[in-house]
């Protein structure tokens, strides 16, 4: 397995990359948050190739998980209160 | 006390107060401010300990293992002091914020004590990640105290500065990791020693990692190009904050960036020099447009912390001056910083003119010059004291080019500075009064005591380090600073005590003069106490008259007691500012005054740079001795005297730099005036004369610079007085008219033979008696009329007898008719000419001669002669302490028409050590020169007699006169109903103006004010570069990344 | 200079003799003035008959102290000039109460009579006198100018300040003058010489019909009579000074009354065939023609 | 494999800055910031891997005596691990201004809060 | 247009100097000198097995105090800044899902088992504080959404948050005074490599961090969430 790793690397780097195009370019916020805790998340994988397990949960722990939770939660108040006129 | 207990107690009091509820707000702020006191005493214990035991620094480890592999603080004498300002900063700002920190509730009291925490860790660590983790701690503190504002731009300024900081923290981690791959330390110390094994050959990854990591502390300083996102912080956030901001992070950004060049090396410090320097000359240009204060004082912090990078950049050279230097600056720096951010939290407009509410407050009106004071860098402060050392080495060193600009931008900043200053005393108060609650107040109060003390502290440092003389320590200045403190008493009982401590000192200290400097010694004190007999005549208690007489007078005394470099710039600085707070009081004297200061200082750099040129060329000797000019050699020599001939020019007003003194002058109070014009302008001549004594003739590229010296005097000696002719206002006439004087007195000096010198030297007596007489009289009769235009008096020669007098012995002694002491001038004039070797300029002065004739015809006939005007009828004679001074002079200058040699006689004996041919011989009544010789007294006798016996002729024939009231004439046949018609004094020599006006144009005023315009043009484009928008601060983060990299590669 | 007293008598002798010359020699050029322009003349006597009659009036007003003290301190100032410079060269008896150093005390005493009648003329508040004044003062100002440069250059010639050496110096024959010496500075002094003399081409001070005689407007009787003697004196004291400077001073008294009459004549001679010039113009006159000719003097002596 | 990390890191930050420096929207700017910091953190670890060596764990697999030939530098990883955590803060703090500017000026777009200049 | 252009440019010339950077980097085959030193000496002084834990908690101890601390700020200003506008949690919500109601008191007590786990064993597994306190943080995520009218008594997670400090604190000067310095571990007997119980204090410290970052994360949500209105 070992000697696929490589080749499994260079794949997870290209779809990070993509993950990171889309994150900047996106059309809407939504999928932007999205792709960014995409990249996040195949970071965390990274890690994991790269032998360090520790960084590898703080990554998927805080960095996916937290951080898009956050960006939603923010969107979704901002898309709230843009519909309803905004607050007062 | 261990310096971790620092953190212990910050971060154990933050979380503390998360436990306690909503109620307990007030129990939570004693809490903070309990916490800081605490963090303040142990940096305080620390600072007492080094410096009394003079200990040197010693690492503390944390997690029990050694330095490279575990985190370490420092903590040595830099350090305590460093961190002792940063505590008490915050804890001023504390009690500053307290309304605020009480509103918003326990967090923000947390966020305080954990900013100033991480502030104390990045002066203290020794760690790089740790110091990653400290700015990160102070950029997230940072944003949050942002909020405690009111202002809602705040949120703005905020996230801005936000953005940024994630640029560079990226920066930053990129640079560390790289710099610990390629030393395997994350330690300060253990990189410094890796990198320096690192060959620099292999260019490529660590001086890129270190240029990163470089580039990101850097930019915490807010280096010029790259920092809009700092000046919104400082505009938007709550003052008590930015004190905060640009004193305490300023410093501890510093010291970081101190921390890294130890790893860079010196390749690097060109590089901070580099971008130090463009961050102060940029900011302080930017600046001078600005209306806003809080903008106007960030712009001014960001220039200071660039002018203390340049000092960074140049440790390599200032060797164990290092700290002498970057402290007194960053300390002066930071205090001043702290104690104006805090005025302008009472000052509720936001504009500078607002500032005028302080007026009703004298004592914030001393805390706020104080600190423009510290800025600035003037005497008893310690960057002043940093400043000397400064120029000193930069110049040993050969780097002139930058103390060049260093001083520029000094100039720039002190010029806005006294703007602002000048707003401040003269502009209309606003409407609503400040408010200033005792906890406001105590914070500006330590700030402003603070700066005192370490003014004296530098003192003594300078004294044991350098050998110079502890300022605060001389008597004359102690004298003068005493009465700061008796500023309450009544005026005359402060004149008295002013008189009689000048006339004491004087009898002290008479023995040590040599017969040059006794002269300008009985000028500057008998002199002075004389001129200080009319302030008599206000009542009242004249706040802040007396401490600024004082200080000029002290400063002019040290003046000529100074036998160092040291000693006589300190002085010359002293009584520019004594001066300029005296000029200041007049009505209308806020422009004239700023172009006083301004021009004044700029002579003061020059003397500066003069000095610091000289000492160069000069073996190092601890102090610089006036006398060892004397012997510099050819390359340094004439440059050295063309700047300080430059920078006493200024000060003698001659043509070219003169366009402050007729405002000055003319705008002062009415006992101001004679000080300012009689006496202040004498300084200038000692200066002049201690550097002709010294340096003798120079050329620079064949020119002769005495030749030149002698043009000046002789077109300033012309254009002085064809300009006096012209003018509507008395004082503006006599002030011109001083500056004809000064021409000739300039011209006498560079005639540079014995009588031209002699000449000089009568005329710094006359010249002082004279005008001094004449700005009395005038003030007198302008104080009664109410006006000083001319055309609107006339005729006040039966209601003002003694003005009268005095004023017609001061034409006939200015014009050099023959029985008064003028004529004595004019003849050591002729026997000087006729020996001197260049004789062209004579031209000049002989038109000169006669046109100080015109204008002082005019002034007398416009004020006392021609007719009364109807609202002058019952006008009473000058008050009578003004008249008193008049009379002294008048008896004065019959004693000097009848008697010169009584003065002059030693005086020749000693200017004969340099000039030894031409010397005059005096025995009894008569002076003889090769030429010719003169007895005054048979002169007076002849002129008496034949003027007695044509006077009793006249009497015995027209005993019976019948005295005729000047309205009663004919005039073209008709008898004149109004006075004002008949009064001819209106542009008096228009036939002179018409045929000679060309000369007058006022190019000099004109090439002045296109200067000032440049600069304010340049800034307003360069302004534009913050337009506000957070992104393209970003982009100037970058393209400052960029620029600085191809910068430092191709160097 | 020991004081002795004998010098005062001939002080007085000399006084009163160049005031009776004056008298008439002013009145013959008046009369020579009024013979060109085909007229009779007044009779040589003429000044005394205005002494006389201005003594003799009983009504005198006075505007003042300083107006009182306005003709004292201008004819102080023409006897003074008259006294300070020897009149003969020699004789012991005319050389009045010269001493070494008088060159410059001439030079500036001339402004003493000056700042007296002015502060005299304008005490009287009348706006003719002050007008006077201000071109009396503008124009003479700019005339000294000249006459100093050639003083000073006929001093660096001599390398003297005494009158008496210069004349010394220039007692052999005529070549000797300083007219031929240094006729640059002589021809400055000359030029300048026309701008104090109050004669047309330079006389808008005391301007007849635009504001009568200037000056002396408010004054009348006695105060007159002073300054008719001054208006005698002061010319023939200015003379002296240019007689001993550039035409080789006066052994006798002959020679006296004859070089002062033809010094005299060359400003009366001028006057006669020029207009008059404004303040402005003569100020430009002076810069454009006196001045350059007195530079060169110095840089050429 | 250490130099592809590092290589697509790199393009991460760039990408992210490229992001921050285009995007008008705040949000939108956030999110780029937080592939910048993903970006960096790949930097980092990618920097402490070796070839051929395993995680700085000592257990059953890896015994404390020969764990110096066997494991990878963990200092690395410490740091990045503190990275994260800041990046989080930071980020979350700028989504609460975020949010508090669009209540207060109604819009999230950064050339419209310009009200401090020159 | 050219906004995008420049900053192209810009990211070119950046992306120039990463690759100089990048270029000069060659992964060393041996540990560099700390890395060593780490690598010998945690087993035997602090006896800990997981490596980079040790260093985090006690040779690195300071950053990851500065590290909480940025944590606490982080957390109070959110609430400083969505606090001003705090609106009375009065608004009646459409009723949640029955799925995500029951799934969340399914799921919510092994979440918080989880993140106990973590943050307890840091010192022998991967994981640790930060870890263990996120996992908490998402499992309080989970109840609020599934029952967002629970209103979280801030005062509760604000005593648990500054308790925990208050202790981490005190533990670092019981270290400076008892043991080597401060925040050093071996304030207890380290035990046996590999055993809970082992490396002195790094458990109770670990523990100590993931309970208050838990506790903060917590709060931000929770203040996140009081800002909920209609």
Known sequence: MSHLLPWLTILLCIAMLVAAIIAIRGLSSPIAILAAGLVSLLASVLFLILASPDVAMTEAAIGSGLTTFLFFFILGRVRSSENDGGPA | ???????????????????????????????????LTFMSAVSASWLVVFAATGADSFDIFTAGTAPPFAINLRMGLIEAALTLLINLTGLFAAMHMGDALLRLGQRAMA???????????????????????????????????????????????????????????????????????????????????????????????????????????????????????????????????????????????????????????????????????????????????????????????????????????????????????????????ALAKAGLYWLSALVAGRTLPDWAALQSRPLLVFAFISCVAMLSGLPPFPSFYAKWELAHLLVAEGRSGLLALILFGALVEAGYLFRWFGYLIKRATPAESIACPAHQLLPIAAAVLGGWALGFVWGELSSSYFGRTNLLLTLPLFFALTFLLLDWLPAWVKNTLA??????????????????????????????????????????????????????????????????????????????????????????????????????????????????????????????EIAQLADLVQPVAPWVFLLLALGFMTKTAAIGVHIWLPGAHAEAETDVSPMVSGILLKAGLYGLFVLLMNMGKQSLYGVELTYVMLWIGAITALLGNL?????????????????????????????????????????????????????????????????????????????????????????????????????????????????????????????????????????????????????????????????????????????????????????????????????????????????????????????????????????????????????????????????????????????????????????????????????????????????????TYAFHFLLFVVAVFTFRMGM | ???????????????????????????????????????????????????????????????????????????????????????????????????????????????????????????????????GITRGLSQVSMAELPFGLAVFSVALQYQTLSVTDIVAAQQGGMLTWTLFTNPLAVSAAMLSFLGSMMRPPFDVVIAPQEIPIGPPTEYHSSYLALMQTNRVIFPVAKIVIYMNLFFGGATSWPEFFLKVFLIYMWSAFVGVVFPRFRVEQSIRWFLVWAVPLGVLSIMVV | MAYIAMATGFLLVLIGFYGALTQRNLLRMIVAFTIADSGVNIVIVAIGYMRGRTAPILDATVSAAEAVQRIIDPVPQALVLTAIVIGVGITALMLAYAYRLYERKHTLDIAKLTDLQG | MIKRAVALVLLLMLGGIFATLMLGYT????????????????????????????????????????????????????????ASNRRPALRVRTPVGELLTTGARFLVPLILLLGVYVFVNGHLTPGGGFQGGAIIASGVLLLLLADPLRHFSHHVIATVESLAGLFYVAIGLAGLFLAGGFLDNR??????????????AIPLIYSLIGLKVGAEFSSMLASLSETEEL
């Open chain 5, 27 to 82: 992964p060393d085959s041996e540990l560099n000198l700390t890395a060593r030193y780490y690598a010998e000496r945690t087993a035997a002084d602090l006896g800990a097995a997981n490596i980079v834990t040790a260093i985090v908690v006690t040779y690195r101890g300071l950053d990851t105090l500065g590290e909480v601390t940025v944590l606490f700020l982080s957390a109070s200003i959110v609430g400083l800044v969505l």
């Open chain 2, 111 to 333: 966020v305080l004590i954990i900013a100033i925490m991480a502030l104390c860790g990045i002066v203290l660590t020794r760690d790089i990640f740790n110091l990653f983790v400290f700015f990160e701690l102070i950029v997230i503190a940072t944003a949050g105290l942002v909020l405690l504002s009111d202002d809602d731009s705040a949120l703005a300024a905020g996230f801005k500065y936000l953005i940024v900081s994630q640029f560079i923290s990226a920066l930053l981690l990129v640079g560390i990791i790289f710099a610990y791959h390629a030393t395997g330390t994350l330690n300060i110390d253990g990189m410094a020693e890796a990198a320096a094994a690192i060959d620099p050959s292999v260019s490529g990854a660590f001086a890129i990692a270190f240029f990163l990591m470089f580039i990101a502390v850097v930019a915490e300083l807010k280096p010029f190009p790259a920092n809009g996102w700092a000046l919104d912080m400082y505009e938007a956030a709550h003052p008590g904050f930015s004190a905060v901001f640009s004193a305490a992070s300023g410093t501890a950004a510093l010291y970081a960036v101190d921390k890294l060049l130890q790893i860079g090396g010196t390749d690097w410090l060109p590089v901070a020099t580099g971008i130090g320097i463009v961050t102060f000359v940029g900011a302080n240009l930017l600046a001078l447009p600005q209306t806003n204060d809080r903008r106007l004082l960030g712009y001014s912090s960001i220039a200071q912390t660039g002018l203390i990078l340049t000092v960074l950049g140049q440790q390599d050279i200032f060797g164990d001056d290092y700290f002498f230097i970057a402290g007194g600056l960053l300390f002066a720096h």
């Open chain 2, 1 to 35: 006390m261990n310096a971790l207990t620092i953190f212990a107690i910050g971060l154990g009091t933050a979380f503390l107060l998360g436990l306690l509820g909503e109620r307990q707000k007030s129990l939570g702020y004693m809490l903070t401010l309990a916490a």
């Open chain 5, 187 to 200: 304030l207890w007997p380290i035990g046996t490599l590999g055993e809970l119980f082992s490396a002195g």
């Open chain 2, 499 to 624: 008189i009689g401590g000048m006339v004491a000192f004087f009898s002290l200290t008479y023995a040590e003069y040599d017969p040059l400097r006794l002269i300008f010694a009985v000028i500057f004190l008998i002199g002075g106490a004389v001129t200080l007999l009319a302030s008599y005549h206000a009542h009242g208690r004249r706040i802040g008259f007396y401490p600024a007489a004082m200080l000029m007078y002290a400063g002019m005394i040290m003046l000529i007691r100074a036998s160092d470099s040291f000693g006589f710039f300190a002085a010359w600085e002293l009584l520019t500012v004594g001066s300029y707070f005296l000029i200041l009081r007049g009505k209308h004297s806020e422009p004239h005054a700023l172009s006083y200061i301004v021009f004044s200082l700029g002579g003061a750099f020059l003397i500066l740079a003069g000095f610091a040129l000289a000492a160069s060329a000069v073996p190092p000797a601890p102090t610089f």
């Open chain 3, 1 to 131: 200079m020991d004081f002795d007293w004998m010098k005062i008598p001939y002080a007085f002798l000399t006084v009163f003799i160049v005031v009776n010359y004056g008298f008439l020699m002013t009145a013959l050029i008046q009369k020579i003035g009024a013979r060109v322009g085909r007229r009779y003349g007044i009779p040589i006597w003429q000044n005394y008959l205005d002494m006389i009659k201005n003594y003799g009036l009983r009504s005198s007003i006075t505007h003042g102290a300083m107006f009182y003290l306005g003709p004292v301190f201008r004819l102080s100032g023409g006897v003074g000039l008259l006294l300070f410079v020897p009149s003969i060269y020699g004789s012991y008896m005319f050389s009045n109460l010269s001493f070494a150093g008088d060159l410059i005390l001439a030079l500036y005493f001339v402004f003493f009579g000056t700042l007296g009648m002015a502060l005299g003329a304008a005490e009287s508040g009348h706006p003719h006198a002050a007008i």
């Open chain 2, 723 to 1031: 300009m006096a002719i012209f003018q509507e206002d008395a004082k503006r006439l006599l002030a011109y008219s001083s500056i004809g004087q000064m021409g000739y007195a300039l011209f006498g000096l560079a005639l540079m033979n014995h009588l031209g010198w002699l000449m000089a030297l009568m005329f710094v007596i006359n010249h002082y008696i004279y005008k001094s007489m004449l700005f009395l009289s005038v003030g007198g009769v302008a104080k009664r009329t109410g006006t000083r235009e001319m055309f609107k008096m006339g005729g006040l020669i039966t209601l003002m007898p003694l003005s009268f007098i005095a004023t017609l012995i001061g034409i006939i002694a200015v014009s050099g008719v023959p029985p008064l002491s003028g004529f004595g001038g004019r003849w050591i004039f002729y026997n000087a000419i006729l020996t001197a070797d260049a004789r062209l300029p004579m031209v000049l002065i002989f038109l000169s001669g006669p046109i100080a004739f015109l204008y002082l015809f005019r002034l007398i006939h416009t004020i006392f002669l021609g007719q009364l005007k109807d609202e002058h009828r019952r006008l009473k004679e000058a008050p009578f302490w003004i008249i008193l001074p008049q009379m002294i002079y008048v008896a004065l200058l019959m004693v000097v028409a009848v008697v010169p040699g009584m003065v002059l006689r030693h005086v020749d004996a000693y200017i004969s050590q340099f000039f030894p041919d031409g010397a005059l011989n005096w025995e009894g009544s008569t002076i003889t020169s090769q030429f010719g010789y003169w007895n005054p007294v048979a002169i007076m006798i002849i002129v008496g007699v034949i003027f007695m016996l044509l006077f009793g002729w006249l009497l015995f024939v027209n005993r019976r006169a019948q005295k005729v009231k000047q309205f009663n004439f004919v005039f073209s046949a008709e008898r004149p109903f109004r006075p004002e018609t008949t009064h001819f004094a209106w542009n008096f020599f228009a036939p002179y103006r018409k045929a000679m006006g060309f000369l007058v144009q006022p190019f000099v005023t004109r090439f002045w004010a296109a200067v000032t315009d440049l600069l304010h043009t340049a800034a307003d484009i360069t302004r534009r570069l913050y337009n506000g928008n957070g992104q």
